[in-house]
Structure formats: C-alpha cells, structure tokens
C-alpha cells in the first residue's frame, strides 16, 4: 500500500514551454500533497503544500505563478512549471499523506526536468 | 523551528561492517523523526520513523534506530552492510500535530565496499 506515482518520469522541454508533472497517489486517498524540488547532490526543498480543493500553499521564495499547483482530487496533484528556463531543471518530487497516518509522507519516484 | 543536522555527508564502509549515519535534530516540541533512503534517480522511500512509542525503532532492510530525547539523537544504524545498502540516506523531522511539514537533513551517501 502506499504508492505514489509520478509522471512522466523524465521530460526534456524547450526554453519558454509549460511543463506539467502528474503526482497520483495509487491505493489511497491524500488530502494533503506536498511538491519538492531537489538540486544534485542536494537534499529536498519543499516548494508547496497542495490540499484538495483548495488553494496550495507555497514556501517562501517559491514563485506561484511559475509554479502553478491543482489538486482538483483526491489522488491527483499536478505541478505545471510555466515558462520554463535552463534553471529550473531540476528532480521534482511529490509526496502525500495517508489518511489515519498523518505524520508520515510516501513519495513518488520523482520527475526529472531539463529544459534546453 | 525544527532543523536535522546529518554528520558526515558522506560514509564509507566496507561489506559485512557495522554501518552507523548520525543524525541530530533540534526541535522545540516533541518531534517526529524519520530516516529516508534514496536510489539513483529515483524518490524517497520509508526506512522507519519514530512517532513518540518505542524509542527503538526497527524499519525495513535491517535497519533501526534509537531515539535519544538527552542527545537530541536519531542515529541509523546496520549490523552488517550489504552492496545494496549503497544509497543516499536522508534524516528528517517534523512536529507532533503540525502541518506535516518535514524538514530534511543534507543527506548522507553510503559507500559499501566490497
């Protein structure tokens, strides 16, 4: 139980294109998604906490209009990365709350993004 | 605020040691603590987690870890490393009846030698 799914996995774009990442919680419902990003050889860095339906909450420094998070169920989360530019390359990966065991977050693979 | 400190980022042990990761963490109310491992190119995975009951905490693979509230300690430990304990190992808290929010430790690889 506990599986967290991403997609796609890898996902090369062109500079100025929006890219969406799917996070799917696959037996369970999560009310509570987070999204993280992480630099090489660098820990994690959340970037939103995503409730369903409701607005995400973002961390400081995270723009969220670059960002854009919809949690429109209770198994899917999707990060849109707009506009995208050679920085935000990056392994972004979700994470999500099984209900009655709110302390602990099961992650997706993780989603690796390069834009040329 | 909570924070994790990992000591050493990166450990090098050989096949069959002892395999011992630090991990201090500073938290002002009684936190939960987890120890996750990472693959190459892949997300985190649950090895075990410490949620104010025992405070050994046996998770998967062999390993465990032992709470320590006087040295603000959760350090993760093997009897006897294998090649596919090689990994990325991360330690991470957060706070009783908080907004779930882990914060991460920096990371420690673990090298096996053979």
């Known amino acids: 139980g506990a599986v967290v799914s991403q997609h796609p996995s890898r996902v090369i774009c062109k500079s100025g294109t929006s890219v969406k990442i799917e996070c799917r919680s696959l037996?369970?419902?999560?009310?509570?998604m987070f999204w993280y990003r992480q630099f090489p050889k660098q820990s994690l860095m959340l970037m939103a906490t995503s409730n369903e339906g409701s607005k995400a909450t973002y961390e400081q420094g995270v723009e969220k209009d670059k960002f854009l998070i919809n949690h429109a169920s209770l198994t899917l989360s999707t990060l849109t990365v707009t506009s995208a530019h050679p920085e935000d390359s990056s392994f972004y990966i979700c994470?999500?709350?099984?209900?009655?065991?709110?302390?602990?977050?099961?992650f997706g693979p993780g989603t690796r993004l390069l834009v040329l | 605020a909570q924070s994790v400190t990992q000591l050493g980022s990166h450990v090098s042990v050989s096949e069959g040691a002892l395999v011992l990761l630090r991990c201090n963490y500073s938290s002002s109310v009684p936190p939960y603590l987890f120890w996750y491992v990472q693959y190459p190119n892949q997300g985190l995975q649950l090895l075990l987690k410490y949620t104010s009951a025992a405070t050994l905490v046996k998770g998967i693979n062999g390993f465990e870890a032992e709470f320590k509230k006087s040295e603000t300690s959760f350090h993760l430990t093997k009897p006897s490393a294998h090649m596919s304990d090689a990994a990325e190992y991360f330690c991470a808290v957060s706070i009783v009846a908080g907004a779930q929010k882990l914060v991460f430790g920096q990371g420690t690889r673990l090298t096996i030698n053979p």
């Open positions: 037996d369970f419902q999560a009310t509570t």
């Open positions: 994470s999500a709350i099984l209900w009655g065991e709110q302390e602990t977050q099961y």
